[in-house]
């Protein structure tokens, strides 16, 4: 079993949220908790790459994350420190190989993301032959992780207006990581798995966020076989998922779903509640005629 961070951000430690006080709909005042976003500089040794929206927290993660994800740094890159200066919201990773990175940033591309996503323009490059292992999937393990994680107490009950991804392995959570856009709340995810030496090949990532091509590519590159998500897919997304053999599943709530690529990795194990049986009855008549 792989090392375990505390499973998510705590919602009441200082600076992820601020109370706000405003009115509600009958004129009444209310106060509420909203969460705190604030700029994040990202620099690889002496260049700087990347200014990111974030909440704040495991900077080292995000940026490291950020680098691994956008091929920035190699499988066999030695990390020699990481250097976070809060005071200018800065976070300098240092590698023992020299870099140079300025074509590649000037390749800048405006993803979908929520908070305004950043990749760059060879982000196709990163998949090119790439095969993810053939892994099973069970619905009762899907089935487990929705309940589990959408009941763990979060910045998202706390506050709303955030995303969240989940590492998983099979029915259980590993890590939760938490930000006002997805892409960095998967690149938490991945700064995590390259600092811990943890591998993507058995494990499962679990998102809030709708399934478009860059969190499809992510996953690839992490090496994670299975992207589950409670919204829904671009076709792009899609496309992807197939060609490079991920099993992509969205549309999550409660017992339904639909998956639309790599079904033939989903083990249907888990007995459908009475609500879905007479869903999946009625949807079968209407099939047949």
Not at 226 to 251: H, N, P
Not at 274 to 282: A, I, L, Q, S, T
Request: one cysteine or more; proline letters at 4%.
């Amino acid at each position: 079993m792989p090392p375990v961070l505390p499973i998510l951000p705590d919602p009441r430690a200082a600076g992820l949220t601020r109370k706000v006080i405003g009115t509600d709909h009958t004129g009444a005042a209310a106060e509420i908790s909203v969460v705190e976003e604030r700029p994040l500089t990202i620099f690889l040794n002496s260049q700087e790459i990347v200014t990111a929206m974030t909440i704040g927290d495991y900077p080292d993660y995000l940026a490291v994350g950020f680098l691994r994800n956008q091929r920035m740094l190699r499988d066999d890159d030695v990390i020699t420190a990481i250097d976070y200066e809060p005071e200018i919201e800065t976070v300098v990773v240092r590698t023992e190989r020299r870099t140079s990175y300025e074509e590649k940033v000037r390749k800048k591309t405006r993803t979908s993301g929520c908070a305004v996503g950043t990749v760059f323009g060879d982000m196709m490059e990163g998949i090119e032959g790439l095969t993810l292992p053939k892994a099973e999937v069970r619905t009762s393990w899907l089935y487990t992780l929705a309940k589990t994680i959408n009941t763990l107490p979060s910045l998202y009950l706390e506050a709303g207006a955030i995303h969240g991804t989940v590492l998983c392995q099979e029915d259980k959570p590993l890590v939760y990581m938490e930000d006002v856009g997805r892409h960095n709340a998967v690149d938490k995810i991945a700064g995590f798995m390259f600092r811990q030496e943890v591998g993507g090949a058995d494990k499962i990532l679990y998102t809030t966020g709708r399934l478009t091509s860059e969190m499809v590519i992510k996953a690839a590159q992490m090496g994670i076989p299975v992207l589950v998500s409670r919204s829904g897919f671009t076709a792009w997304g899609v496309e992807i998922a197939r060609q490079v053999g991920l099993t992509l599943i969205g549309r999550m709530r409660g017992q339904r779903f639909v998956c639309l690529a790599g079904e033939e990795r989903l083990i249907r194990d888990a007995a459908l509640s009475g609500e879905d049986e007479d869903r999946k009855h009625r949807r079968k008549g209407a099939e047949d005629d």
